[in-house]
């Protein structure tokens, strides 16, 4: 079969994905790295966050890349909620497009298909405006969009009944893309935009994730009024970002909208004809959101196990700790028996009470005392060292953890609590050969699977649409049979320490 570079991204996509069902979640989930399986947020298909003041046009501009009117538009904020706008998938393609269903937002946060459930915490308020629309349109064939409700000052943001910034900031976690729109009226507010993307998102991956749009330029006066609505906005932009080479901006303008509202015949229009051409240059850049979700995913895939490398190092580390001291105190406990029933023998021999014993009897009695005092310092003082043991791990947990880089230190300040809470569920008492066998094979998925996967991308960079591929990427760590529940480090787990 001939592949070509749509299909060598779906390949590649299915390929990270069962990579992070098959070696990933099993292991979160059973250490409590997480509570709901990995892939839950990256499975459905890519999306494509729409972000910007209020009336800055993201609705017009999305109606414009949908070819319809499916979005609500106009003067002063509009639309207060939150609408993910999908393919649907039975719809007829060759009716004209329209919205063929429509579903609220208690729909989406239950329904496991999509990936908002982590989002039932910003309450009902939110819920009430969280909506989706099933929408025959092409452009939404590999991507979904998701419109927002405008940013308006702070003042009135506390009306909102949910934290309007936090809400954006776990959108903007799962997106693959994000625009954000500027009008030229309103070219200078976008301060918060920035700082609750910046917050939110992995720093590196800010830069290739963020698409900047300067909306609704047919309605500047004439060239020199749009290159001093550029200038401000770069201006702001670099004040913000704190760098000195701009990102690109996409200048555009919705050409229906533009269209319905242009009554200002003395605008000099004419730089518009130069421009054209943006706003294709913009559908194409939001079209590449499922190259995008590639890399997010392979970010993912290398985050997650490295994290999970860090916490199962530190857990086996408590294994092995745990180990020794035990064994340590149970050598200490088979000799202190043997002496002191060593002794107690020999006082009871001296006194004239064994007085009548052969080798063998003394032998026996010194056995069997000695058996008996073992028993006691093992379901006692053997079992209160242990205890006192993994008290002391939980409080200074950092101690199971290599913190030699700084990455360490970032990846162990994500998982330390959930080592510790690991540690109190299961009360140290977990096979250590299996955590040893999941530690290798997070290692082997962060070096390894890292690696095939970054030199995949890269071949598909490399890819031109419409010209063949030879070889379909991965199976990625094909070696590496997880699966397989036997246990090949048998050491301190059978001593049941
Ligand atoms: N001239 C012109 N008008 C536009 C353009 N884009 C949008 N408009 C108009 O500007 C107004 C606001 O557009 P919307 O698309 O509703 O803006 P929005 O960002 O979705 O606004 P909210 O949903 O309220 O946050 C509407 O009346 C549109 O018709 C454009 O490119 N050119
Ligand atoms: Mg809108």
Redesign the pocket.
Known sequence: MQLYRENYIKALHTELLEMVEKHLTPVAVRYGYSEVPLEATIKWRPLVLVL????????????EFLGSDI??????????SFTILTYDDNSDPDSPIHVTEERDGNFLLNDPVYPFESMKKHGQRFTSHFRLKKVNSPFLKELAII?????LDSVTERDRGYNYQDVIGDFAQIADLILV?F?PHKAGTIREVHTSLRETLPARTFEDRVLFVL?????CASLNDLLRVYGTLCWNLSQITGRKDIPMIHL????R??M???NRQENDLSYLQYLENQREELKKAVMEAPRHRLDNLAAFVETHSERLSQMLQALVSYRQKRFRYGLKHLVTGAMLSLAVAGVAISALIVSGILGGLDLIGMMLAEGLLSAAFFLVWVLGIWKMALRRFHRRQMEHSETLASLKTQTHQDNWQMVQDKVIAFLQKSDGRFPSGIAKKDYEAMQAVFQKGSREIREALNELAALRPGVPVTDPPGPFLASLRLDDTEDPYPDSTLMGL
């Open positions: 910007g003041n209020y009336s800055s046009g993201k609705s017009a501009l999305i109606n979005q609500k538009t106009g003067q002063a904020p509009t639309d207060d419109d927002t409700p405008g940013m729109l009008d909306n609704r330029i047919d309605e555009t303008y919705s050409q909208a533009g319905a509202s242009r």
